[in-house]
Nanobody, 113 residues
């Protein structure tokens, strides 16, 4: 069973950047991995993902600011987050759009001055 471990979160000022990592304990090469986030009192939402053919798809709220990438050799998926806003504050998780794997613990991102 693949396990997912997210890291890289923290406290950042508005306009700042963070790079999140999602390390998988097994091969996720053929999985359409994505990044979710869940803010307090809100449902978990998918903000970035890989699609067929290696393309990417982003939620409107993060388009142009977030970039998803992967290192298949390391079984790791990344989320580069730039121009962060207070509304990006949430716990960030990785998984497929079908939640194929058990959820990890997530990594907290707080955007505040």
């Amino acid at each position: 069973q693949v396990q997912l471990v997210e890291s890289g979160g923290g406290l950042v000022q508005p306009g700042g950047s963070l790079r999140l990592s999602c390390a998988a304990s097994g091969s996720i090469f053929n999985s359409f991995m994505g990044w979710y986030r869940q803010a307090p009192g809100k449902q978990r939402e998918l903000v970035a993902r890989f699609t067929r053919g290696g393309s990417t798809n982003y939620a409107d709220s993060v388009t142009g600011r977030f970039t998803i990438s992967r290192d298949s050799a390391k079984n790791t998926v990344y989320l580069q987050m730039n121009s962060l806003k207070p509304e990006d504050t949430a716990v960030y998780y990785c998984n497929t759009p079908y939640a194929t794997y058990p959820w990890g613990q997530g990594t907290q991102v707080t955007v505040s001055s």
